[in-house]
T-cell receptor
Framework: SQTIHQWPATLVQPVGSPLSLECTVE??????LYWYRQAAGRGLQLLFY??????ISSEVPQNLSASRPQDRQFILSSKKLLLSDSGFYLC???????????FGPGTRLTVL | RKEVEQDPGPFNVPEGATVAFNCTYS??????FFWYRQDCRKEPKLLMS???SGNEDGRFTAQLNRASQYISLLIRDSKLSDSATYLC???????????FGIGTKLQVIP
């Protein structure tokens, strides 16, 4: 079966510190992968998507970046976090037989 | 105008009540429609797809009205465990264009 792992589950970081969030998937090969952010009181915002290794599309300009070093690995990074980067970060891939998303458990990031 | 609009609520209803949520979308070319459920501090999970002919799953019924560009979710005989946020999701152009509503919070009260 298809599963998504994300870590860490929660993270508290100071402003200006770097960030690295990891997402790995199992049970599928060459999936499209997505990073979303859900800020408090706001809807899900698509940040990046990737159709394959080394292929990243950015939906929103910001101080975040993404990389896909392996087929089943998707990484979200930042060199310097801002307060506004706080939120719930979700990795996703397409559900079989549908054109919607299956989400991983998420990483809750608090920037202080 | 937002692409997908939902009343954020909260909707506070007693156990056993029937509650309905609506969601409107702006893109007439939208192709697929879904309702997700999100529990507090958890990831969203697919609840059901929405079809023009309607879709029923137990106590849950979803409807699509393409002419008026809205979708609805009806929950009958509400349970305490139905308390969650319900997200409306609209897709157009496949995986690259999936738009989520802000969600409607439901609180079922004993």
């Amino acid at each position: 079966s298809q599963t998504i792992h994300q870590w860490p589950a929660t993270l508290v970081q100071p402003v200006g510190s770097p960030l690295s969030l990891e997402c790995t998937v199992e049970g599928t090969s060459n999936p499209n992968l997505y990073w979303y952010r859900q800020a408090a009181g706001r809807g899900l915002q698509l940040l990046f998507y990737s159709v394959g290794i080394g292929q990243i599309s950015s939906e929103v300009p910001q101080n975040l970046s993404a990389s896909r070093p392996q087929d089943r690995q998707f990484i979200l990074s930042s060199k310097k976090l801002l307060l506004s980067d706080s939120g719930f970060y979700l990795c996703a891939f397409p559900l079989r037989s549908t054109d919607t998303q299956y989400f991983g458990p998420g990483t809750r990031l608090t920037v202080l | 105008r937002k692409e997908v609009e939902q009343d954020p609520g909260p909707f506070n209803v007693p156990e056993g009540a029937t509650v309905a949520f609506n969601c409107t979308y702006s893109n007439s070319a939208s192709q697929s429609f879904f309702w997700y459920r999100q529990d507090c501090r958890k990831e969203p999970k697919l609840l059901m797809s929405v079809y023009s002919s309607g879709n029923e799953d137990g106590r849950f019924t979803a409807q699509l009205n393409r002419a008026s560009q809205y979708i609805s979710l009806l929950i009958r005989d509400s349970k305490l465990s139905d308390s969650a946020t319900y997200l409306c999701v609209v897709t157009s152009g496949g995986y690259q264009k999936v738009t989520f509503g802000i969600g409607t919070k439901l609180q079922v009260i004993p």
